[in-house]
């Protein structure tokens, strides 16, 4: 880097050169136990790489008593996202498969929901501008659009939850500054119809908004996993616990912050975080300067004008 450029230009062309690579980690602690100790401790990388791009945003599922996870794969060169299961014990030549999911354009965290007996998934559909309910059709490979939930919003990361006899919806909006907006829903089932909340957005953060995971209750509290972006998109994660969640009103306070081992070599971010039993299933990243990130920007920019 030229040391002469003034340091916001620095920043603009370190990012215009940079990559962000995710790794899915499980950890063998179960998610309230970071409320007192937030060190994520031993992490089981999954080191599992498509050319060009990373897997992220781990859904943990059960596949014949199997421990396999529904993830979001991204590819640099296209510059958008699919999902894949992903069989962390698997051999690394079959370990991963594409998913052709019934929803155009770019796909991502894949969020599972069991509601009647029946499987559900829920992937960030932004650019398709519809929060889109997908049914098992043959779990876990094969899936159907089941219902429309939003239509016309820019959805992202949308994390639904039952809680206290209704459907929340906790989600960002790709159209309106997603990194630090926090939008929420409510239905009376899982179909809808589903209503804005009055308060919408209901936060603005950008250190513990945007969603970043599954909630999950302890001692008859609800905490909700957040991204903190004050530093860096997904650079930590903050989990809330929510103090008001009623038609009218909504607060939550944060409760404690888990960052990114600096010893690990995902050190750079963590964004992700799903409760299963006695495991919780993160991801993290780890930045790299790449040459190649501003060419595949510059070719993607170039299609969109041609």
């Known amino acids: 880097m030229i040391p002469s450029l003034p340091a916001r230009l620095r920043r603009r062309v370190r990012a215009r050169l940079r990559e962000d690579i995710w790794c899915v980690g499980i950890v063998a602690k179960p998610a309230h136990a970071f409320l007192t100790d937030p060190t994520l401790g031993p992490v089981r990388w999954i080191e599992l790489f498509p050319p060009f791009g990373y897997y992220a945003d781990p859904f943990p599922l059960l596949d014949g008593g199997r421990l396999k996870l ?6 640099h060169v296209a510059g958008r996202g699919y999902i894949a299961l992903l ?6 030549t079959s370990a991963v498969r594409r998913l052709d999911l019934p929803v155009p354009g770019h796909l991502s965290y894949p969020y599972l929901i069991e509601d009647g007996g029946q499987t559900f ?9 519809r929060v889109v309910l997908l049914r098992a059709a043959a779990f876990p490979t094969d899936w159907t659009v089941d219902s429309v939930l939003l239509d016309g919003f820019a959805g992202v990361d949308c994390t639904p939850v039952h809680h206290d006899g209704r459907w929340w919806l906790f989600c960002a909006d790709n159209d309106r500054r997603d990194q630090e907006l926090l939008f929420l829903f409510m239905a009376d089932a899982l179909r809808g119809p589903w209503r804005p ?14 969603p970043g995971g599954r909630p999950f ?12 972006c004050s ?3 997904g650079g930590a994660l903050v989990l809330n616990r929510v103090l008001e969640l009623t038609p009218e009103r909504f607060a939550e306070e944060e409760a404690v912050r888990v960052a990114p081992d600096p010893a690990s070599p995902y050190r750079d971010g963590l964004h992700h975080f799903v409760p299963f039993g006695d495991l ?18 510059l070719a993607r920019y170039l299609r969109g004008r041609g």
């Open 197 to 210: 909340h009055p308060g919408n957005p209901v936060k603005t953060s950008r250190r513990s908004a945007r």
């Open 87 to 92: 069989d962390p014990d698997g051999p690394p």
């Open 280 to 297: 919780t299933i993160i991801d993290a990243k780890r930045e790299q300067l790449d040459l190649g990130t501003a060419r595949r920007a």
């Open 70 to 75: 529904l993830v979001e794969g991204y590819d």
């Open 121 to 129: 998934c829920l992937p960030e559909s932004h650019q398709a501008r």
């Open 231 to 233: 530093r860096t998109y």
């Open 217 to 228: 209750v302890h001692e008859g509290a609800l905490y909700r996993p957040a991204q903190d």
